[in-house]
């Protein structure tokens, strides 16, 4: 719907410019239009009109440049304005809202290319060594439950993963007593053998007001950047040791998407039974810990582990699982594909993520 409303905004401001050129050119009587226009500046008014059609068919195209156009329109129009301000004071009012929406675009434009470089620089970073096919020989100094859960993968004769790329739609709650879910919308990526990830989403709070986030892991350190409208910071944590072993702990958890990543040498596992074990990961001086379970077949279930709810100095562990509900065969990979993630705390369980995902793409570094 707002994007709707945007249409028809620029769509009649642009169609309102035509009248300068129609009446400097006296293809018509335009009555609103009282004081004498110059061909010269009609030109102007029809430049204006085009500028605004073409900032209109961009958007609608997604191009991702069509604040740049809409701005340079909005200043155009608002010269003529100020020109003409006895008739045409009020085609200020659709230039503001046209330009609060441009500078929303642009910041997006901005958040979306920095999370890019960054992505770049994460793959540049990540030195691949030779590539090799997954033996079973390779994995029996691992627990019997990951190795039954790596086999059940499909990872047996295959090449191991380097680097992951992978989408997902999600509902969120932000808060514990939000009562509707929030819709996002997420991509993430990975590489192994210098552990990292960049995961970026998009949320829709409420109509015209969407929440940019990202979080990383890289070189053993997290951080956590989300902003309203990817203008104003609401979340901004980094280098922070909780945030650092939390994030670890994320990725520890994540391989269940790249089961290949558990015989890195960062990983170490001790059985606890038949159906779960747990894993410590330590890299750049982190360390964080959770216990995977599995059942008979060898599918992921659940993940578990002690995690700090928050950065800040009095935030306190807490349980922290994430559960998968269906599993599907994915690039030839058995992965779960729907999960939720949860904190137990005293009063209640705050399910605060579900995630679906949706697209993954193996040993791919060049598409973002």
């Known amino acids: 719907m707002t994007r709707i409303i945007f249409i028809i905004i620029i769509g009649l401001h642009a169609l309102i410019h035509l009248m300068g050129f129609v009446k400097a050119f ?53 010269a003529l304005v100020i020109t003409f301000w006895h008739d045409a004071k009020f085609g200020t009012i659709p230039n503001v809202i046209i330009l609060l929406i441009s500078i929303v675009a642009f910041a997006e434009f901005n958040f979306d290319r920095n999370v890019i470089r960054e992505i770049e620089e994460m793959f540049s970073q990540d030195t691949i060594k030779d590539q090799y096919i997954i033996t079973t020989e390779m994995i029996t100094h691992l627990p019997a439950p990951v ?23 999600a509902l969120m709650k932000m808060k514990l007593e939000q009562k509707k879910w929030t819709d996002a ?22 109509p015209f007001i969407d929440i940019a986030g990202r979080d990383k892991f890289i070189e053993g350190k997290g951080e956590m950047l989300m902003k309203i409208l990817s203008l104003i910071p609401v979340v901004n944590s980094s280098d922070n040791e909780k945030i650092n072993v939390g994030t670890i702990q994320r990725y520890l958890g994540e391989i269940v998407w790249f089961p290949s990543a558990a015989l890195s040498p960062y990983i170490t596992w001790e059985k606890i039974d038949d159906f779960s074990a747990k894993a410590s990961m330590s ?20 993940y578990s582990a002690q995690r700090y709810m928050g950065s800040e100095d009095d935030a306190k562990l807490k349980e922290w699982i994430i ?27 705050w399910t605060w993520l579900k995630l679906e995902i949706t697209d993954i793409e193996y040993n791919k570094t060049n598409e973002y």
């Open 147 to 169: 190795q039954k859960w790596i086999t059940n993968s499909g990872f047996i004769g295959k090449e191991r993963i380097y680097a992951v790329r992978l989408k997902q739609k």
């Open 26 to 78: 006296n293809f018509g009587a335009i009555k609103e239009l009282t004081q004498p226009i110059s061909k010269s500046l009609g030109l102007i008014w029809f430049l204006t009109f085009l500028l605004f059609i073409a900032a209109l068919i961009q958007y609608l195209i997604k191009n991702e440049f069509w604040w740049l156009t809409a701005i340079i329109g909005i200043l155009v129009s608002q």
């Open 283 to 302: 890299y750049k001086g982190t360390t964080g810990s959770g216990v995977f379970y599995f059942d008979e077949k060898g599918n992921f279930i659940k």
């Open 185 to 206: 919308y997420a991509e993430q990526y990975f590489t192994i053998d210098k552990p990292a990830f960049i995961w970026k989403v998009d949320m829709q709070m409420m």
């Open 323 to 349: 559960t998968a509900s269906e599993s599907r065969i994915m690039n030839g990979i058995n992965i779960p594909v729907k999960l939720e993630a949860t904190w137990k705390l005293e009063s209640s369980d």
